[in-house]
């Protein structure tokens, strides 16, 4: 996912979303999005994912801000379960964030 991302120009019309649950294929990939100007970075997860993909990624020189832009868990709190219910709380956050983007608080 990190190579493709890099042969695509990441603008701030662009939203980036890792649901693999893999470090390997999720880090990279995340690691292009927080160099780009996209509007939105998400990453499928808990919150203890979310507190080790920080720590994971400050090893590669990221910092509190860099983290207060992934939406991780993703998606809005909308008691999702299935597969189609998660995607349609992933695309409401996205739209949102386009919409009213909003300072968030960093993960320490």
Known sequence: ????LKDLALDTRTAVVTLTHDPK???????VALKS???Y???LGGRKTSASRAVRLAEVGFGPADFARINGPVGLDIGAVSPAEIAISIVGELTQSLHR???KQ???
Do not use: M, T, Y
Not at 1 to 4: G, I, L, S, T, V
């Open 37 to 39: 100007d996209a509007f």
């Open 25 to 31: 294929l999720d880090d990279p990939a995340l690691c």
């Open 1 to 4: 996912p990190d190579e493709a």
């Open 41 to 43: 970075i998400g990453a």
């Open 106 to 108: 960093a993960v320490s």
């Open 101 to 103: 983007p909003a300072k």
